[in-house]
């Protein structure tokens, strides 16, 4: 049992702390409930973050003039094995006619048949404007009225693929925090060996999240922001691995304090002194780095970058208000019932980390050069990483009824019929586009027509349907379209335009790729600037840059082997590396700052040599636990059956692993000795090895800290 601190403290000196609790439980209070109403407001269909610009956006609203509704199609597709018989017609005839009587169903087509007699499908039209989800799930249950036995029925198109995706994201506001929740209460428990402190922590994320639930809701109903559920994931996701990230780094440096002052209230505040450098620094870079997003055309894209500031900005300040205040009030009682008692021993000397130290100290070529190789040969496995799109029926790691609809539609029908490609063009020149439309992968042209057969004019435009080969969603498809496109927009006068289904996904992958090639100069610039500053060096930043980049080469290798030969996935989305890039690069560096500031105070009093033990030597436990921490909070977005978090979880994962294991202990610090103090070039610290008297804005930094 630990000492118990013999200093009361006056009321002024715990009134700050009680107020910030109480104010922190005010905002919890408030925003808790957002969390689980940003689902509501969330939007998860491509063509929503199109911007204005991309062709298939232009067409698409062109093209609203040749319908006389807005609505989403959804397909009922039957099929047996043998032939269909006229029970099966009679019975998906009189599932059109009942489904009039659903909230937001137009009327339906009747049912048409296959070539080969084996299947018939039935197109639905569902009111864009509504809540289509529910008409979808209205619509298969009707289908399991009365089916005949051995006829399989399915609901699939756009409506049903939406459906289905809405339903997917549908555990991010209940099962993604659970399982979130309980990984880091079970890792702190593990950390701490305290029942108390895991769940101050734990509350410290709760009300950080709840603080950016009501802004993002606030600024989304408002339409500043947009959200998707996988922004929406990984908000979550961020709130809680960051909360808990800089939990652990005030928590070890209080603990320090603990051993060294009776007093708990000036522990407190040499420990938040000494640690909020650090902590604001690495919330800086992820908040810098993810805003860099929102120079994306993609709106899904730029929508993340302020909804992921947010979620970091309301962990910082949640980590630097209530958390501190909620310690101070608690004092030792927090770690029970290993409570620090004044003059105990530090144990990080004689722990694991600082053999680990002593042993980067002795050999740190051979170490750093070890090290390298090592993440080279991941990083040769880059190339192998297929991120140029996949199929929308892809994106599913569940069985689910769009997806084996959209398989009896290719069985049996040709594949893009009923949600055909749109072409718009000059009506002048109607018949040499659809001429220019015939190319490999589209199986017909028509064009909209009137009554009377003639083509349709609206505003002197006609629009074409251009029925493709494969499905509407494929990466065939894809390539079809842009075939398409070529040839049409090579028309003299025709003014073509390519919208559509395909189209959009076309649009959507060209511009994600374009990001990548202007976002992540960017992210590393942007990143650069902020360790410059921080740590008042130009060198020590671009290696540590340099070591980043290089664990995310080899992450991305290794999740190529993984995604390709193990998991056997399909492909990837083209933001899927972007992401990866951001997320990485950004939290990555965070493990660097904290070891890289400690060293840095180290060595104003130690020298470099030394310094760099002491640094990897203190900050070893917290930094490992912390990246074990934002690992597992990543993790969790697998449990959401989606490709896309599924693959963004590994290569965080495990890059967030590499950087704390190998890149963070072995390969920085070797570095950083073998290099020696001009590491530091051009500040003081460069021109000599031995400690310097701290220049006057470094002297808080350094005050407070022992002898050791």
Not at 350 to 364: E, H, M, N, Y
């Amino acid at each position: 049992m630990g000492a118990q601190d013999t200093r009361r403290p006056s009321k002024a000196r715990w009134l700050l702390p009680a107020l910030l609790v109480i104010g922190w439980l005010l905002i919890g209070g408030v925003g808790g409930p957002y969390a689980g109403k940003l689902s509501e407001i969330a939007e998860n269909g491509n063509e929503a973050f199109l911007p204005e610009s991309a062709e298939s956006t232009d067409a698409n609203a062109l093209a609203e003039q040749f319908s006389d509704s807005n609505s989403i199609p959804a397909f009922v597709v039957a099929e047996r094995e043998g032939k269909v018989t006229e029970a099966d017609r009679g019975y998906l005839a009189s599932v059109g006619q009942q489904a009039k009587n659903i909230d937001g169903v137009e009327q339906s087509s009747p049912p048409i048949p296959s070539k080969d007699g084996e299947a018939l499908q039935m197109i639905v039209p569902i009111a864009a404007d509504g809540d289509f989800t529910n008409a979808v799930d209205e619509l298969r249950e009707l289908t399991e009225q009365n089916r005949p036995p051995e006829l399989t029925v399915k609901v699939a198109g756009p409506a049903a693929l939406g459906a289905d995706v809405r339903e997917a994201f549908g555990g991010i506001d209940g099962l993604l925090l659970l399982v979130a929740g309980s990984v880091v209460a079970v890792i702190l428990i593990l950390v701490y060996r305290s029942p108390l402190l895991p769940f101050l922590v734990l509350l410290s994320g709760v009300f950080a999240l709840g603080l950016a639930s009501l802004a993002v809701y606030l600024l989304t109903d408002a339409d500043v922001i947009d959200l998707n559920g996988q922004s929406q994931g990984i908000l979550f996701i961020l709130v809680f691995g960051a909360a808990t990230d800089y939990a652990l780094l005030l928590v070890s440096r209080y603990r320090e304090e603990l051993r060294d002052t009776e007093d708990r209230l000036a522990a407190m505040r040499t420990a938040l002194r000494a640690t909020i450098e650090p902590i604001a620094a690495s919330a800086g870079t992820v908040i810098a780095g993810v805003l860099c997003l929102l120079i994306s055309d993609l709106r899904s894209n730029s929508g993340l970058g302020p909804v992921a500031a947010i979620g970091i900005a309301s962990a910082l300040l949640a980590s630097v208000t209530f958390l501190p205040a909620l310690l101070a009030l608690f004092g030792r009682v927090a770690f029970w019932p290993f409570r620090p008692t004044v003059g105990s021993p530090h144990p990080e000397a004689g722990s694991l980390w600082g053999r680990i130290a002593r042993g980067v100290d002795k050999r740190p070529r051979a170490v750093w050069v070890a090290s390298t190789l090592v993440l080279l040969v991941a990083a040769a496995f880059l190339p192998q990483l297929k991120a140029s799109g996949t199929a929308e029926t892809d994106i599913f790691l569940n069985d689910v009824d769009s997806v084996a609809g959209q398989q009896i539609l290719n069985d049996h029908f040709v594949a893009g019929s009923g949600n055909p490609t749109v072409i718009i063009a000059d009506a002048d020149r109607v018949d040499e586009v659809t001429e220019a439309a015939k190319v490999d992968g589209v199986a017909e042209v028509q064009p909209v027509t009137e009554r009377n057969g003639q083509p349709r004019v609206e505003n002197g435009l006609v629009m074409l349907e251009a029925t493709l080969t494969s499905p509407p969603d494929s990466t065939q498809a894809v390539d079809t379209v842009e075939r398409l496109r070529e040839q049409v927009h090579a028309v003299d006068g025709a003014d073509a335009k390519v919208g559509g289904r395909t189209a959009v996904l076309l649009d959507t992958q060209n511009i994600s790729s374009h990001d990548r090639t202007v976002i992540i100069p960017l992210v590393l610039l942007v990143i650069f600037l902020l360790l410059a500053a921080l740590l008042r060096a130009l060198l020590a930043p671009l290696l540590l840059i340099a070591t980043v980049v290089l664990s995310f080469a080899a992450t991305m290798g290794i999740s190529a082997l993984v995604f390709n030969e193990i998991l056997g996935f399909p492909g990837a989305d083209p933001v899927v590396p972007l992401y990866g890039f951001v997320f990485l690069v950004a939290l990555g560096i965070d493990y660097n700052i904290f070891l890289m500031t400690r060293v840095r105070e180290e060595t104003l009093q130690v020298g470099n040599r030394e310094g760099v033990r002491r640094g990897l030597t203190i900050t070893g436990g917290v930094i490992t636990s912390a990246g074990v921490v934002l690992a597992a909070t990543f993790a969790t977005l697998a449990v959401l059956p989606l490709l896309f978090l599924a693959q963004l979880a590994f290569i965080v994962a495990f890059g967030v692993l590499l950087d704390t294991f190998l890149v963070r202990s072995l390969l920085v610090p070797a570095l950083t000795l073998d290099i020696g103090p001009k590491i530091w070039w051009p500040s003081r610290l460069a021109r000599a090895g031995q400690p310097e008297r701290p220049e006057p804005e470094e002297e808080k930094a350094a005050a407070g800290e022992t002898s050791r």
